[in-house]
């Protein structure tokens, strides 16, 4: 395997056998979890269970734009938190296009990755010009002597399909209510914290490349480092969000939060709050449920 396709490992362990989940993940949306439970259920005797993956998806890569809703590191924690032994994945770039989908199973599911059990989405594909289907994969499963599970499409209950790409449009929608309950968290991101401005209001720089809630003024929740947290009214600008928060006397000293976006508390501007958009957030904070410093959907 060349240079630009080794694989990297979090928690890589001696393992003789793998069920092994496959997918870009973005998000860990409530269809990815069903097909990390089913990777977990899988696990071989003696073995581990272990996500492969990629940085960045493809699709996005081919189209030249990063629009995630989830970071790296941040679906490598979901990964770990859901039970998941082991996670690989490889640099996308030029080798891998042109990698054919036999190499692909050959090289790295059997050769690499000692492969018992398989777990993709119905729609998975894979290979240069997305060349293998979950029909191949089975095909070339029973070949190589690995069980090939495909996850069905997860709807919500609007009967829609769950997935990363409807839930980039609900978030560039503001529609948070949807976009969480197909996330099956509310929206996190991690946010650098910047100056005080004008007005009180302290600017959170979050990456450009995730997709944050369109226009609106949201209640958010900044969980700190350690056990802390607190509730703030904030707002998108660029690259980032304006904050105020519902304790004007709170001095934030940490250099970076993870932000909760919770509820949408206007989709008008102008963007200054008000002391009605106060009561209201401060309304609503008792009815969400708060869970090792971060806010839990029920």
Same mark, same amino acid.
């Given at each position: 395997?060349?240079?630009?396709?080794?694989?990297?490992?979090?928690?890589?362990?001696?393992?003789?056998?793998?069920?092994?989940?496959?997918?870009?993940?973005?998000?860990?949306?409530?269809?990815?979890?069903?097909?990390?439970?089913?990777?977990?259920?899988?696990?071989?005797?003696?073995?581990?269970?272990?996500?492969?993956?990629?940085?960045?998806?493809?699709?996005?890569?081919?189209?030249?734009?990063?629009?995630?809703?989830?970071?790296?590191?941040?679906?490598?924690?979901?990964?770990?938190?859901?039970?998941?032994?082991?996670?690989?994945?490889?640099?996308?770039?030029?080798?891998?296009?042109?990698?054919?989908?036999?190499?692909?199973?050959?090289?790295?599911?059997?050769?690499?990755?000692?492969?018992?059990?398989?777990?993709?989405?119905?729609?998975?594909?894979?290979?240069?010009?997305?060349?293998?289907?979950?029909?191949?994969?089975?095909?070339?499963?029973?070949?190589?002597?690995?069980?090939?599970?495909?996850?069905?499409?997860?709807?919500?209950?609007?009967?829609?399909?769950?997935?990363?790409?409807?839930?980039?449009? *609900?978030?560039? !929608?503001?529609?948070?209510? $949807?976009?969480?309950?197909? =996330?099956?968290? %509310?929206?996190? +991101?991690?946010?650098?914290?910047?100056?005080?401005?004008?007005?009180?209001?302290?600017?959170?720089?979050?990456?450009?490349?995730?997709?944050?809630?369109?226009?609106?003024?949201?209640?958010?929740?900044?969980?700190?480092?350690?056990?802390?947290?607190?509730?703030?009214?904030?707002?998108?600008?660029?690259?980032?969000?304006?904050?105020?928060?519902?304790?004007?006397?709170?001095? *934030?000293?940490? !250099?970076?939060?993870?932000? $909760?976006?919770?509820?949408? =508390?206007?989709? %008008?501007?102008? +963007?200054?709050?008000?002391?009605?958009?106060?009561?209201?957030?401060?309304?609503?904070?008792?009815?969400?449920?708060?869970?090792?410093?971060?806010?839990?959907?029920?």
């Amino acid at each position: 395997m060349s240079v630009g396709m080794r694989l990297n490992w979090i928690n890589r362990q001696n393992s003789p056998a793998r069920s092994i989940a496959l997918g870009t993940f973005d998000g860990v949306h409530l269809g990815h979890q069903k097909l990390l439970e089913e990777t977990i259920a899988r696990k071989p005797a003696g073995g581990t269970s272990c996500v492969f993956t990629f940085d960045i998806p493809p699709e996005q890569y081919f189209r030249g734009r990063l629009r995630l809703v989830s970071s790296f590191e941040r679906r490598v924690e979901l990964f770990r938190s859901s039970g998941i032994d082991e996670v690989t994945w490889l640099t996308f770039g030029p080798d891998l296009t042109t990698m054919a989908a036999e190499d692909f199973v050959g090289r790295i599911l059997v050769h690499e990755l000692k492969a018992k059990a398989v777990i993709c989405g119905y729609n998975y594909r894979f290979g240069s010009k997305r060349g293998g289907d979950v029909q191949y994969l089975q095909k070339q499963g029973e070949h190589h002597g690995f069980s090939v599970t495909v996850v069905p499409p997860v709807q919500g209950k609007s009967g829609q399909t769950i997935s990363s790409t409807a839930i980039r449009q *609900l978030l560039s !929608e503001g529609d948070l209510a $949807q976009a969480s309950a197909y =996330l099956g968290y %509310y929206p996190t +991101y991690e946010a650098a914290v910047g100056q005080l401005s004008i007005g009180s209001s302290l600017y959170l720089r979050i990456d450009p490349n995730l997709v944050l809630p369109g226009q609106g003024l949201y209640l958010i929740w900044c969980a700190l480092p350690g056990s802390q947290g607190v509730p703030a009214i904030a707002w998108p600008v660029d690259e980032g969000i304006k904050s105020v928060f519902l304790d004007r006397d709170f001095e *934030l000293r940490a !250099e970076a939060v993870d932000v $909760q976006f919770l509820y949408k =508390l206007r989709g %008008y501007g102008p +963007y200054q709050v008000t002391e009605s958009d106060v009561v209201k957030a401060r309304q609503l904070l008792p009815g969400f449920y708060l869970q090792d410093a971060r806010v839990v959907l029920k």
